[in-house]
T-cell receptor, first 117, second 114 residues
Framework: DAGVTQSPTHLIKTRGQHVTLRCSPI?????VSWYQQVLGQGPQFIFQ???????GRGNFPDRFSGHQFPNYSSELNVNALLLGDSALYLC????????????????FGPGTRLTVL | AQKITQTQPGMFVQEKEAVTLDCTYD???????LFWYKQPSSGEMIFLIY??????QNATEGRYSLNFQKARKSANLVISASQLGDSAMYFC???????????FGSGTRLLVRP
């Protein structure tokens, strides 16, 4: 079975531009969570989508937005890019949304490495 | 407040020996799960092992075991018979049952020496 897939692998943008990152969850998983990992730190939760609705959000500005499609794949959009947005963006899929038992493990994709110049 | 602390920025271990990576956590929720992930230099976060707060026994998955001490709020990862391929960053994480998000520690970089 295919794991979580993300595209693109790498991306270089300039300040002020907009970027869209894509994620396909494991087959049968309905929940997609996005995390930002800055170099040298652990991942930080951005938001989670379940059944096409945003179900939870971390401490990120409105420049970060997302979408979940009927096939449960998801997009992360970042507007007005800043230098500080340079990071590895990780997508994770799970069977259910948060609020489910913590046994619902999140499985991560390979990430998209975004560089903002 | 939810928090994960990993106090070992870096660790060395000799090939074929066992190593323990430390993790302490803080939460006021009685129901939660603890996770360990491995992150090689490629960047992908690989799930290793899970421990639920109500589990009576320590979790084990192959060469990985979790030393769960609930009263001390610690969830240390033990890797037995280390292999060169175990060299990576290791992250401890927690999710409260009432929450959507995984909270990660700052990670421990493990280097296995031949």
């Amino acid at each position: 079975d295919a794991g979580v897939t993300q595209s693109p692998t790498h991306l270089i943008k300039t300040r002020g531009q907009h970027v869209t990152l894509r994620c396909s969850p494991i087959s049968g998983h309905k929940s997609v969570s996005w995390y930002q990992q800055v170099l040298g730190q652990g991942p930080q939760f951005i938001f989670q989508y379940y059944e096409k609705e945003e179900r939870g959000r971390g401490n990120f500005p409105d420049r970060f937005s997302g979408h979940q499609f009927p096939n449960y794949s998801s997009e992360l959009n970042v507007n007005a890019l800043l230098l500080g947005d340079s990071a590895l963006y990780l997508c994770a899929s799970s069977l259910k949304a948060g609020g489910a038992k913590s046994t619902d493990t999140q499985y991560f994709g390979p990430g998209t490495r975004l560089t903002v110049l | 407040a939810q928090k994960i602390t990993q106090t070992q920025p870096g660790m060395f271990v000799q090939e074929k020996e066992a190593v323990t990576l430390d993790c302490t956590y803080d939460t006021s929720d009685p129901s939660y799960g603890l996770f360990w992930y491995k992150q090689p230099s490629s960047g992908e976060m690989i799930f290793l092992i899970y421990q639920g707060s109500y589990d009576q026994q320590n979790a084990t998955e192959g060469r990985y075991s979790l030393n769960f001490q609930k009263a001390r709020k610690s969830a240390n990862l033990v890797i037995s018979a280390s292999q060169l391929g175990d060299s990576a960053m290791y992250f401890c994480a927690m999710r409260e049952d009432s929450s959507y998000k995984l909270i990660f520690g700052s990670g421990t970089r493990l280097l296995v020496r031949p």
